[in-house]
């Protein structure tokens, strides 16, 4: 996947996994065949509730592009973005196809927390990939122009979570970079979320935010 700006990228790949498994844990969905959107928000501060909709949705079947304006509410913004989840023919002799599913946006900005002595969270600019194939699918992300996360690592690994924190210590919320989410049983399918911010009791803020979401399976 191509980086924006060459600052923060990561990827994940899910094969396809075939056979009976026993004994398995409660499953979770299977994910769509493409979708994406530009970002959500679902938080309540000082018993204001801020909700934000999943902005420029797209899915493969029925929203092949969408795109949003600039969106701002108390403590949140989401800057412009785009969305497209479309297919393609890998083999036409054989009849398949390769899905490509991504948002991408601009000028993100998290204030919520501010106002508790937290900082204030940037994204220049972003991207989140979800691609899928007839072997599998797989996902990254790319990050540029990021501000507050202070001490977050060049090379970050999937779900990694950096805790955002007051001037004295205390953790007002997680940031989960490359959320990766796999169904059970394992289908070969895959979500991501891009940045997926949570509140703790501490910030006195509950709910969370997600920056750019997608999610594929493996094409027919």
């Given at each position: 996947?191509?980086?924006i700006g060459a600052r923060r990228v990561g990827a994940v790949t899910a094969a396809l996994v075939l056979g009976l498994v026993a004994a398995a844990p409660p499953a979770s969905a299977a994910n769509p065949a493409g979708?994406?959107?530009?970002?959500?928000?679902?938080?309540?501060?000082?018993?204001?509730?801020?909700?934000?909709?999943?902005?420029?949705?797209?899915?493969?079947?029925?929203?092949?592009?969408?795109?949003?304006?600039?969106?701002?509410?108390?403590?949140?913004?989401?800057?412009?973005?785009?969305?497209?989840?479309?297919?393609?023919?890998?083999?036409?002799?054989?009849?398949?196809?390769?899905?490509?599913?991504?948002?991408?946006?601009?000028?993100?900005?998290?204030?919520?927390?501010?106002?508790?002595?937290?900082?204030?969270?940037?994204?220049?600019?972003?991207?989140?990939?979800?691609?899928?194939?007839?072997?599998?699918?797989?996902?990254?992300?790319?990050?540029?122009?990021?501000?507050?996360?202070?001490?977050?690592?060049?090379?970050?690994?999937?779900?990694?979570?950096?805790?955002?924190?007051?001037?004295?210590?205390?953790?007002?919320?997680?940031?989960?970079?490359?959320?990766?989410?796999?169904?059970?049983?394992?289908?070969?399918?895959?979500?991501?979320?891009?940045?997926?911010?949570?509140?703790?009791?501490?910030?006195?803020?509950?709910?969370?935010?997600?920056?750019?979401?997608?999610?594929?399976?493996?094409?027919?």
């Amino acid at each position: 996947m191509k980086q924006i700006g060459a600052r923060r990228v990561g990827a994940v790949t899910a094969a396809l996994v075939l056979g009976l498994v026993a004994a398995a844990p409660p499953a979770s969905a299977a994910n769509p065949a493409g979708v994406a959107s530009v970002g959500s928000a679902d938080f309540t501060k000082a018993g204001t509730r801020v909700t934000v909709l999943p902005l420029a949705p797209c899915a493969i079947g029925s929203t092949p592009s969408n795109s949003s304006e600039a969106v701002s509410h108390r403590g949140v913004r989401f800057g412009k973005g785009t969305s497209s989840c479309t297919t393609a023919v890998a083999n036409p002799d054989h009849g398949t196809t390769t899905s490509t599913s991504e948002a991408t946006g601009t000028d993100f900005e998290l204030s919520a927390l501010v106002s508790v002595d937290g900082p204030r969270l940037r994204v220049a600019r972003w991207k989140v990939t979800c691609t899928g194939t007839e072997a599998g699918t797989n996902a990254g992300w790319a990050a540029d122009g990021l501000q507050g996360f202070d001490g977050l690592p060049e090379q970050i690994a999937p779900n990694h979570v950096h805790e955002v924190k007051a001037g004295d210590g205390t953790v007002l919320a997680t940031a989960t970079f490359g959320e990766t989410i796999f169904p059970e049983p394992n289908d070969g399918s895959i979500a991501m979320n891009l940045l997926h911010l949570r509140f703790t009791e501490a910030s006195t803020i509950t709910g969370d935010v997600v920056l750019g979401a997608t999610a594929c399976s493996p094409t027919p």
